[in-house]
């Protein structure tokens, strides 16, 4: 059978996983969610075998935007500061469920980058969260998590955000 | 304390049996340590929506396609508890339910109050996912739990 799955013995395939943040709640209500009911056990049963690879994906500035030099050098700190903050909050979550954790920043359209990151990085799933748009929200805003499902060339875990409390 | 439940939504098709080898293999080995209690759904569609003609001759047609869909899916959850079997799995619930498999998995999530449901993907274009519908789609938006989408990885040319 063409592009089998080699049935293993005792010990599980190691697992290397592609979470996309950026700094909204759902993903890291995704991130929590995955670590608590995914991730953690595969790391209890199997110390090592799992690797999580935390990617945020930034807009580019646009750059002509600016004329001086000045803005453009204090507003593009200001993302790298978020960026770091988002990425080290995300780490040590990872840290506190005993994951193996690196933190990527991927600068452009959050879609493509990941997709592509995927590719690149030999990635076996990649957990993004859910919006939890309607159908018409999701036409116009477009979703991530929609793409990413059908392009991405690894298994996709979408996480749901939680229901809202009424 | 019971164990979160994994739902893994089946058909008769290589990349159904591919998405729950792949669960088996990251999830489910070593067997005895797994975290999640596995549930394998078969769903049985109804010989309506597989017959498009109606008229006299239709009522015959339906019961051959109905005996027809009931081996298929007789033979899909025989195979699925074949390979629970042989990768030592012990616990697993394996059903065939009669209807629309969107509706079906769903469905299923809520009766076990799963955590994950895992489908497979045929990997349609966007043009064959509008006339065809796609299952994966459906869940994805409709069930009430995180759900997985596996995929074959393509063969490279």
């Known amino acids: 059978m063409e592009g ?13 996983v592609l979470v996309a943040i950026d700094d909204s709640d759902e993903s890291f209500h995704a991130l929590r969610w995955a670590l608590d009911n995914i991730l953690k056990q595969k790391s209890e049963t199997d110390q090592n075998s799992t690797v999580v690879t935390i990617a945020q994906v930034v807009e580019p500035l646009p750059r ?12 593009s700190k200001v993302q790298e500061e978020n960026a770091a903050r988002v990425l080290s909050r995300a780490f040590e979550m990872c840290r506190d469920s005993s994951l193996k954790a690196k933190t ?6 959050p879609k493509d980058k990941i ?24 036409a116009f805003l477009g979703s991530v998590s929609d793409y990413c499902s059908h392009h991405a060339k690894c298994p996709v875990l979408v996480v749901k955000p939680p229901p809202k409390k009424t | ?23 088996f ?24 929506s ?20 009931k081996m298929i899916a007789a033979r899909v959850l025989e195979k699925a508890k074949e390979i629970c079997t042989s990768k030592s799995i012990k616990d697993a619930i394996c059903e065939s339910v009669d209807g629309d498999p969107r509706n079906v998995l769903c469905d299923a999530v809520d009766k076990y109050h799963a955590s994950v449901l895992v489908v497979g993907s045929h990997g349609y274009g966007a043009i064959k996912r509008a006339v ?26």
């Open chain 1, 4 to 16: 089998g799955v080699s049935s293993g013995g005792a010990t599980a395939a190691p697992l290397n």
């Open chain 1, 64 to 75: 002509y935007a600016f004329p001086g030099g000045y803005v453009v050098e204090t507003a």
């Open chain 1, 104 to 109: 990527i920043i991927l600068e452009g359209d």
């Open chain 1, 115 to 138: 997709c592509r990151a995927v590719e690149e990085m030999n990635i076996n799933l990649l957990i993004v969260g859910s919006r939890g748009l309607g159908q018409i929200k999701r």
């Open chain 2, 1 to 23: 304390m019971e164990k979160p439940v994994m739902v893994v939504g089946l058909d008769e098709s290589e990349h159904s049996f591919y998405a729950l080898e792949w669960t």
């Open chain 2, 25 to 48: 293999q990251h999830f489910f080995s070593p067997p005895e340590n797994s975290p999640f209690k596995l549930v394998i759904v078969n769903a049985k569609p109804s010989p309506s």
């Open chain 2, 50 to 69: 597989v017959v498009g003609f109606a008229g006299p001759s239709a009522a015959e047609v339906v019961t051959y396609v109905d005996r027809d869909l």
């Open chain 2, 132 to 157: 065809l519908g796609s299952v994966s789609d459906y869940c994805a938006h409709h069930a009430h739990c995180s759900v997985m989408i596996v995929k074959r990885p393509k063969m490279k040319h």
